[in-house]
């Protein structure tokens, strides 16, 4: 494929340095296609975006330039959008959408955990990225997800896959099936705090996976936050507790043996360490209580969203196999039930941090 010809006449629309030399795809994303462009004079990321994932291009575009100005103006690296030549974030051609970024020269990204330290440090990154927006309005964001972490929503979404059972699949997983009913009165401690003001509204990432921080190559300090599609108003509960699902496993989302399922408490404590270095200041006492609870949390819904994706027919995560969906519920109830188990070990941890 002829990626000059076919995305050149694309991005000559933005107000780019120097003369295109090269266009090609980049990265591991899933949700937007991105391409690299060479220019004689530096590089940039093009993205073509997912419209069916989010439906507001304007709306997103709208809350990334907020937070990333935001962050500018403290001095804080961060992705940079680079406007088209009529001064617009973003450039409609047909049906499509498309942006672009600077490239960040000088760094690595990380797909898995690979050392205590690497986590720490994923933890201080994410940490301070908050911490940086503590005094940022939230309100001004918009949802561009709606719903995104209503644990409450999301088991009511639950029930109804579960009363449809469109496939008879409910007979297969009753034990997940006891496992989510049997917690449903204790997921809704983040949506109440949030609305009767005891947790403090936030710009939350929503997607704070490792590979969503960029590492310097040299000396594997993080360098800034990226992917943020979905920066939202929400809790940052929600970010520290997808954190502690997605990085202190010991086993891959997808993992079919339970027997190598495990939450590591020691991985816990390093980004635990990390991130609560960086928001001490920011913090409440409510939040860091809660921060042990929120990796419960954050686990428990999307076991829950796996195992209504089963019911449903497997209508919206990508499946390789009939059962995928059970078994990555499956993986995610075994860690909720090791972290529930070790929620008071994990409060001493947190709170000594203090």
Same mark, same amino acid.
């Given at each position: 494929?002829?990626?000059?010809?076919?995305?050149?006449?694309?991005?000559?629309?933005?107000?780019?340095?120097?003369?295109?030399l090269?266009?090609?795809?980049?990265?591991?994303?899933?949700?937007?296609?991105?391409?690299?462009i060479?220019?004689?004079?530096?590089? !940039?990321?093009?993205?073509?975006?997912?419209?069916?994932?989010?439906?507001?291009?304007?709306?997103?575009?709208?809350?990334?330039?907020?937070?990333?100005?935001?962050?500018?103006?403290?001095?804080?690296?961060?992705?940079?959008?680079?406007?088209?030549?009529?001064?617009?974030?973003?450039?409609?051609?047909?049906?499509?959408?498309?942006?672009?970024?600077?490239?960040?020269?000088?760094?690595v990204?990380?797909q898995?955990?690979?050392?205590?330290?690497i986590?720490?440090?994923t933890?201080?990154?994410?940490?301070?990225?908050q911490? !940086?927006?503590?005094?940022?309005?939230?309100?001004?964001?918009?949802?561009?997800?709606?719903?995104?972490?209503?644990?409450?929503?999301r088991?009511?979404?639950?029930e109804?896959?579960?009363?449809?059972?469109?496939?008879?699949?409910?007979?297969?997983?009753?034990?997940?099936?006891?496992?989510?009913?049997?917690?449903?009165?204790?997921?809704?401690?983040?949506v109440? +705090?949030?609305?009767? +003001?005891?947790?403090?509204?936030?710009?939350?990432?929503?997607?704070?996976?490792?590979?969503?921080?960029?590492m310097?190559?040299?000396?594997?300090?993080?360098?800034?936050?990226?992917?943020?599609?979905?920066?939202?108003?929400?809790?940052?509960?929600?970010?520290? +507790?997808?954190?502690?699902?997605?990085?202190?496993?010991?086993?891959?989302?997808?993992?079919?043996?339970?027997?190598?399922?495990?939450?590591?408490?020691?991985?816990f404590?390093a980004?635990?360490? +990390?991130?609560?270095g960086?928001?001490?200041?920011?913090?409440?006492?409510?939040?860091?209580?809660?921060?042990? !609870?929120?990796?419960f949390?954050?686990?428990?819904?999307?076991?829950?969203?796996?195992?209504t994706? !089963?019911?449903?027919?497997?209508t919206?995560?990508?499946t390789?196999?009939?059962?995928h969906?059970?078994?990555?519920?499956?993986?995610?109830?075994?860690?909720?039930?090791e972290?529930?188990?070790?929620?008071?070990?994990?409060?001493?941890?947190?709170?000594?941090?203090?």
């Amino acid at each position: 494929m002829d990626y000059i010809k076919d995305y050149k006449p694309i991005v000559d629309e933005f107000s780019l340095m120097g003369e295109v030399l090269d266009i090609q795809p980049y990265g591991e994303g899933h949700i937007n296609q991105t391409f690299l462009i060479t220019t004689d004079k530096k590089r !940039y990321l093009l993205q073509k975006m997912n419209t069916n994932v989010f439906s507001n291009i304007d709306n997103l575009m709208k809350n990334i330039s907020y937070v990333t100005e935001f962050l500018k103006s403290q001095k804080v690296e961060t992705l940079n959008v680079v406007l088209t030549k009529d001064k617009k974030l973003y450039l409609k051609n047909g049906e499509d959408y498309f942006r672009v970024y600077d490239f960040i020269e000088g760094t690595v990204t990380y797909q898995k955990v690979t050392s205590k330290k690497i986590f720490y440090n994923t933890g201080k990154a994410f940490g301070e990225f908050q911490n !940086y927006l503590a005094e940022f309005d939230a309100s001004v964001l918009v949802e561009t997800i709606p719903n995104f972490h209503n644990t409450p929503k999301r088991y009511l979404d639950f029930e109804k896959a579960l009363q449809e059972d469109l496939l008879n699949r409910a007979k297969t997983c009753k034990e997940e099936i006891d496992f989510i009913v049997n917690r449903k009165n204790v997921l809704g401690k983040v949506v109440e +705090g949030l609305k009767d +003001g005891s947790i403090p509204l936030r710009v939350t990432h929503n997607d704070t996976k490792l590979n969503n921080i960029l590492m310097d190559a040299e000396t594997n300090e993080a360098r800034a936050v990226i992917d943020l599609d979905t920066i939202m108003p929400g809790s940052l509960l929600y970010d520290f +507790g997808d954190s502690i699902r997605f990085g202190a496993s010991t086993a891959a989302e997808d993992e079919p043996d339970l027997s190598k399922v495990h939450f590591d408490i020691s991985l816990f404590e390093a980004y635990a360490s +990390g991130y609560c270095g960086a928001v001490r200041e920011s913090i409440t006492k409510r939040e860091l209580e809660l921060l042990p !609870y929120s990796a419960f949390l954050l686990t428990c819904e999307c076991g829950m969203r796996f195992l209504t994706d !089963y019911l449903s027919g497997d209508t919206y995560f990508a499946t390789k196999y009939p059962e995928h969906n059970l078994v990555r519920c499956r993986t995610q109830f075994r860690l909720a039930l090791e972290m529930e188990q070790n929620l008071d070990h994990m409060l001493d941890i947190v709170l000594k941090m203090e």
